[in-house]
């Protein structure tokens, strides 16, 4: 078997090469540093090394589950994952499908163009401009200061942070959502909406018994990839959004991590717990291709 496979390494080797920085890039940066989760196990000492740090077992994580803290932060991540994947997610969904019933050419190019533009921007830009907007004399409290109304302190209060960052994540993301939604959608049958004009069915008809049964294996390939990142919920978007009055409704994993690993160099209890993510994600995704392949779906594998 070997053999064969050398043979076929050496016939096809131009396409094994132009693989090769692929592969190299995970072995370097996604599978080397995995080596780095014994630091989960120990006490951690940066004089002494990974190797020669002392063993405590499971404690770091035994804390995690005892600390009152990370499951607040928990709670944190959880809600604000299940938001960009139950109100974020759908959108990109949606915009493709009304740019899809879009006939007019140029028009269809230009709504394009311009909800992709924010994908380019920073999330240090896009926090920047909701801010300016955002703040207490920002233009959406001037505006409702012109009509009498009192400011709201978007910024501080911790029940808009949420919804705010849910915003920003639509505003920024949902546009560039679309470009695999509108290439699925590219390559359904005409036939199949012919069929469906003659059988009498309404646009609204078309879009629920062709349009969208066409594209659900697409939607459960990236419903089941987001799984996989339910407690990812964005370090540099979350952590430029906190603040010591909203720190309690938005502090998640990540920052959280952050804060405890690298501000307070408690690393091997950090990296516990972001060894705890990486191991529910795992789980998560596992569960969710087998579930969809249960239904009949093809699933990621």
């Known amino acids: 078997m070997v053999g064969k496979l050398l043979t076929r390494m050496n016939r096809e ?8 920085p692929g592969v190299l890039y995970f072995i370097i940066y996604r599978y080397v540093p995995m080596a780095g989760l014994v630091i989960a196990f120990k006490d951690f000492n940066p004089f002494t090394g990974f190797w020669n740090s002392d063993w405590v077992g499971i404690k770091h994580f035994t804390r995690m589950f005892e600390s009152s803290e990370v499951i607040q932060v928990l709670v944190n991540t959880i809600q604000i994952s299940l938001l960009q994947i139950f109100v974020a997610f759908p959108v990109s969904i949606i915009l493709a499908l009304m740019l899809n019933e879009l006939r007019h050419a140029t028009l269809k190019r230009f709504i394009q163009s311009l909800i992709y533009l924010p994908h380019f921007l920073s999330w240090v830009v896009v926090v920047g401009i909701f801010v300016v907007f955002l703040r207490g004399e920002g233009l959406v409290n001037s505006v409702l200061a012109n009509f009498g109304l ?53 646009r609204w008809r078309q879009l ?35 603040n010591p009055f909203n720190m309690d409704s938005g502090n998640v994993l990540d920052t959280y991590v952050y804060f405890k690993g690298i501000q307070q160099g408690n690393i091997g209890f950090a990296t516990a717990v972001g060894m705890f993510k990486g191991v529910i994600g795992l789980v998560l995704v596992l569960s969710a291709n087998r579930l969809a392949k249960r239904f009949g779906e093809d699933g990621l594998y």
């Open 208 to 242: 629920w018994h062709v349009t969208l049964p066409a594209i659900r294996g697409v939607i459960i390939i990236l419903f089941i990839l987001r799984l996989g990142s339910v407690l990812d919920t964005g370090f540099e978007q979350i952590f430029l959004m906190l």
């Open 13 to 20: 080797k131009y396409i094994y090469l132009l693989l090769l």
């Open 150 to 202: 009192e400011a709201i302190p978007f910024l501080t209060d911790p029940a808009y942070f949420k919804p705010i960052i849910i915003l920003q994540v639509i505003w920024k993301e949902a546009g560039w959502g679309t470009i695999i939604f509108l290439a699925a959608l590219a390559g359904v049958n005409p036939s199949l909406y012919e069929a469906a004009v003659i059988d009498g069915a309404n």
